[in-house]
């Protein structure tokens, strides 16, 4: 059960650092606020299908409907969600400081080689 919540939670996880590594805490915050409130609406809906008719076909029921609201977000994902970063994250950074970056990341190993 542990290997597949780490499976199942890892990918997820991680997005958010490919997104907007500027914003990962808010959406990560706004995400799992709304997938733990599922611990909430999860025993109401369970309570609902099966109170008073605790049969096998019931709780299937509850089940599929489980797995359904597990599987469907990174089915979705799959189909339409993105790794790449998102412009909202890259405000305040210009053209200028990423072309200084790319810059002093290539004289690196230069100054490696002289020391050697």
Do not use: H
């Not at 199942?8 to 409130?37: C, E, M, R, W």
């Amino acid at each position: 059960m542990f290997t597949y919540a780490m499976f199942y939670g890892g990918g997820s996880v991680a997005n958010f650092l490919d997104l907007g590594i500027n914003y990962a805490g808010t959406l990560s915050g706004i995400t799992l606020t709304v997938a733990n409130s599922m611990g909430i609406i999860a025993p109401l809906v369970t309570g609902a299908l099966t109170d008073g008719n605790q049969t096998r076909a019931q709780w299937k029921i509850v089940f599929y409907i489980a797995t359904a609201f597990s599987v469907a977000p990174f089915i979705l994902f799959m189909f339409c969600g993105s790794t790449d970063e998102q412009s909202w994250n890259k405000q305040g950074r210009t053209d200028k400081s990423e072309s200084k970056q790319s810059n002093d990341q290539s004289k690196e190993p230069d100054k490696i080689e002289k020391l050697i």
